[in-house]
């Protein structure tokens, strides 16, 4: 099947476009994706890392909601992902479900699998996730908002239902830096025993609002859970998205609520420090030891 030509959103240089996500639009109702898991984005266990796996979701959740939220935009509201595996060989297949198209939201479930060497997208099209099921990795909850179409500097530049059928490749225009993708995005820990990192609103990391991309939340807040609690990784969030960061940076504040054995969770706050500290998102991040 031909890939569909990407829309200008996102520009050359940009995260979405380094982490390397082919889309298929099966239907009005289905979308699946498949992006490689480079040591890039790999956590302390060596799998695939918990913002990385966002990120992708968002992604790939994002036509499947625009389709049903015509002739509105939509954007993200609140995107649950629980680990069910490790992901360690890659790469990642998602298969995400349209559940309701409202008024007022777009609810998607997303179920996320271990490809274990897939190359292609064809044959997780053609077969469905029943090949897959034993790797199961994570499952998740996504809602979207529906907006005026004019929020978007991307609405009116193409036609989202014309996806539907379609395949969409979005590759980088230059092979990406090889350093963390942490480090690439410029997430900076300020105080890692208190969880504050920072993450300015730069061009890399905008969305088509201008502002912080919601998937690269995920990785902000995997990021502010980690440098808090040393030895864990990330592996399980629920995010709220409440306002757009208007200047940035993004600085999260973090509260740990239990410090087990075998777990831990915590809060992490981001605000919007260029902007009276505008709450941008709250999140709930599960964190465990990796395996041994």
């Known amino acids: 099947m ?12 940009h995260v979405l476009r380094d982490l390397r996500v082919t889309t298929e639009l099966v239907t009005a109702e289905r979308a699946i994706s498949l992006a490689p898991v480079p040591e890039s984005a790999r956590n302390a266990a060596g799998a695939a890392s918990l913002g990385f796996l966002v990120a992708v979701v ?16 939509t954007a ?12 360690t060989e890659g790469p990642v297949l998602v298969d995400s479900r349209l559940e309701r198209a409202g008024s007022n ?6 179920r996320l699998f271990d490809g274990q060497g897939v190359e292609e997208l064809d044959e997780f099209a053609r077969e469905g996730p029943a090949r897959c099921e034993p790797t199961s990795v994570a499952r998740g909850l996504l809602t979207f908002a529906r907006l005026p179409a004019r929020a978007s500097v991307a609405a009116g530049r193409f036609d989202p239902t014309a996806l539907v ?14 350093e963390p993708l942490m480090e690439r995005i410029g997430l900076r820990v300020v105080d890692a025993a208190r969880g504050v990192v920072e993450l300015h609103n730069s061009d890399y990391v905008r969305n088509s609002f201008g ?18 609690l040393p030895g864990l990784v990330a592996t399980d969030v629920h995010i709220h998205y409440l306002a757009q960061a208007k200047a940035g940076p993004a600085r999260t504040s ?24 505008t709450v941008l998102a709250l999140a709930t991040v599960v964190l465990q030891p990796p395996p041994t």
């Open 2 to 13: 031909p890939d569909a030509e990407a829309p200008r959103y996102p520009p050359d240089h």
């Open 58 to 73: 968002d992604t790939n959740a994002a036509p499947l909601a625009l389709v049903a939220g015509q002739p509105d935009w």
């Open 76 to 87: 993200t509201a609140d995107l649950a992902l629980h680990a069910t595996g490790w992901l």
């Open 105 to 110: 939201i777009v609810v998607i479930t997303t």
């Open 165 to 178: 059928g379609q395949r969409r490749k979005v590759s980088p225009a230059a092979p990406p830096a090889p």
């Open 211 to 228: 502002t912080i991309n919601g998937g690269v939340l995920g990785l902000v807040f995997q990021g502010a859970a980690e440098a808090a």
């Open 254 to 277: 973090l509260e740990i609520l239990r410090h087990a054995s075998d777990h831990a969770v915590c809060t992490v706050r981001a605000v919007d420090a260029g902007n009276d500290d």
